[in-house]
């Protein structure tokens, strides 16, 4: 598998163009993609527990069964 980089170019006022190469590292790309996956899933369970909770404000029990079912994967602990 080939490694991504990310390529910078620098321009002196005098002389020849520099190419410098820099890797993301493991950790920080790691810790990153985990701290995004957290924020989405508070978001997705936050926002399916306010459509619970207005479905039962409403008294419907159609959307509160359909907001309920998708409710249940975030409930595996």
């Given at each position: 598998m080939k490694k991504q980089k990310i390529v910078y170019q620098f321009f002196r006022y005098n002389g020849k163009k520099v190419k410098a190469k820099r890797e993301i590292t493991f950790e920080l790309r790691l810790?990153?993609?985990l701290l995004l996956d957290e924020i989405?899933?508070?978001y997705n369970k936050a926002y399916l527990e306010?459509?619970?909770n207005r479905s039962i404000d409403e008294g419907n029990k159609s959307d509160f069964l359909k907001w309920?079912?998708?409710y249940?994967?975030?409930l595996w602990e």
């Open positions: 810790s990153s993609r989405c899933f508070n306010k459509q619970i309920s079912k998708a249940k994967t975030f």
